[in-house]
Every structure is written in structure tokens, then in C-alpha cells.
């Protein structure tokens, strides 16, 4: 059973950056996907990065529409750790960041995904 654990969240101004990790362990085969999605309030959850890694290289790397340019998605090599840097946070970036892992990369179906973590609150605010 895979698990993740979001972490890196915080409240910062308009402008700010900060980079979001997601631990995760139970992994059982080589070629996987983690994904970072979020969920703002009041609003529908919606995919903003992926990565796809295979024995041990990335493969592919997505990004939605809204945040190319701004975040950046990366796996530290030496543990099973995916992180999401953010630059030029804006308040329309509030929201609960949810990582999950699945088997191919996608921002825009959720439903490939089969294991997500709890979460982790960005509060962008003046």
C-alpha cells in the first residue's frame, strides 16, 4: 500500500515562493506518477503538475495551464520524495495542495490516480 505525506505548506504574501514535498513509501514497481493537485475553497479540485519517473529517471513532466512558468516539479534522487517549488505566489494559489501516486502522468485525470495524501494548505495573503 502506497502512502504519501504532504508537507512544505504555509501562509505567505503575494510574490512569495515555497516548495511543497510529498514523502512517499510502499513503492512496488519502477514506473510510477505523482501528481500535486489542489483544491481552493469553494472550488472544484484541479490537477497542477505531474511527473513521471521509470528505473529511476524522469520521464515526463506536466504542467497545467494556470501555473507553467511558476511551479516547478522535481524527485530528489536519493529518497522517494517528489517536491513542488512555487514562485510568484498569488492569492489565487490558496488552496489545500493534495499529492497522489498512480501509474502515468496526468493534470487532468484524477481518476488515474489511486492513492493520495492528506494534503497540505497554501494561504497566499497580503
Same mark, same amino acid.
Given at each position: 500500500q502506497v502512502q504519501l505525506v504532504e508537507s512544505g505548506g504555509g501562509s505567505v504574501q503575494p510574490g512569495g515562493s515555497l516548495r511543497l %514535498?510529498? *514523502?512517499? %513509501? *510502499?513503492l512496488t514497481s519502477a514506473t510510477y506518477a505523482v501528481a500535486w493537485f489542489r483544491q481552493a475553497p469553494g472550488k472544484e479540485r484541479e490537477g497542477? %503538475?505531474?511527473?513521471?519517473?521509470?528505473? *529511476?529517471v524522469t520521464t515526463t513532466t506536466d504542467y497545467s495551464d494556470p501555473v507553467k512558468g511558476r511551479?516547478?516539479?522535481a524527485k530528489?534522487?536519493?529518497r522517494n520524495t517528489v517536491y513542488l517549488q512555487i514562485?510568484?505566489?498569488n492569492p489565487g494559489d490558496t488552496a489545500d495542495y493534495y499529492c497522489a501516486f498512480g501509474d502515468s502522468c496526468s493534470v487532468h485525470r484524477a481518476e488515474v490516480y489511486g492513492h493520495w495524501g492528506q494534503g497540505t494548505r497554501v494561504?497566499? %495573503?497580503s
Open positions: %514535498s510529498c *514523502g512517499f %513509501s *510502499g497542477v %503538475s505531474c511527473i513521471s519517473r521509470q528505473f *529511476g511551479f516547478t516539479i530528489d534522487n536519493t514562485n510568484n505566489l494561504t497566499v %495573503s
